[in-house]
């Protein structure tokens, strides 16, 4: 019988991304990480991950608590979204990664959370719950409620055009998850590469990347 084959997926991040390129092989995907990487058409799909604040410039605003931009990876990064749209290949982002997706599509940024030591934080320990949106593809994945990491202090505000939100954080109603109405996109705010099986505090995300390398056809 022929073996599958296994999804190639390109990830740009800050560097070589241990934690996104190991999430993508559990889920039995290969990943091609970097900074600045280079679409050579032969990929499958492309994930976005974190790291610096999107410049506001890119969405027509002024600095107001946004941090240090990288304008290469910014760039670099719009043009991998357009070159895999033009492709017809899905997209995921995750947290960075759904800002600049959705400045990519026209939306713009809440640029300065308020933090707090239980909610939006700039530390990795920090844990709270999620409501998601019924008929959604991460309610599919997730049910009603589940708890996530919260690593950020940026997060999306008017929406890219075909975004809808799906899930929100609680209390505070920050978008944590977005998905498109027509194509094979979607972004989350948390980190679900670091909600594994050994981390019992929230719920295990594996099945994102599992339904992500499903989407790569």
Known sequence: MEQTKKKRILISGSGDSPEYVAAIERAGGIAVAGHLPEDDGNFDGLLLAGGCDVDPARYGETVNGAGKPDPERDALELALIKSFEKQGKPI???????????????????????????????????????????????????????????????????LGAGFRVTAKSVPDGVAEA??????????????????????????????????????CK
């Open 92 to 158: 995921f982002g995750i947290c960075r990664g759904m800002q600049i997706f959705n400045v990519a599509l026209g939306g713009t940024l809440i640029q300065d959370l308020p933090q707090t030591p239980e909610h939006h934080s700039s530390e990795r320990k920090v844990f709270h719950e999620v409501e998601t949106v019924p008929g959604s593809k991460i309610a599919e994945l997730f049910g009603a409620k589940f708890v996530s990491n919260s690593f950020h202090h940026e997060a999306a505000d008017r």
């Open 178 to 215: 977005i998905e498109h109405e027509s194509k094979p996109w979607f972004a989350v705010q948390f980190h679900p590469e670091r909600m594994t099986p050994d981390v019992p505090e929230a719920a295990d995300a594996g099945v994102l990347f599992s339904y992500f390398l499903s989407l």
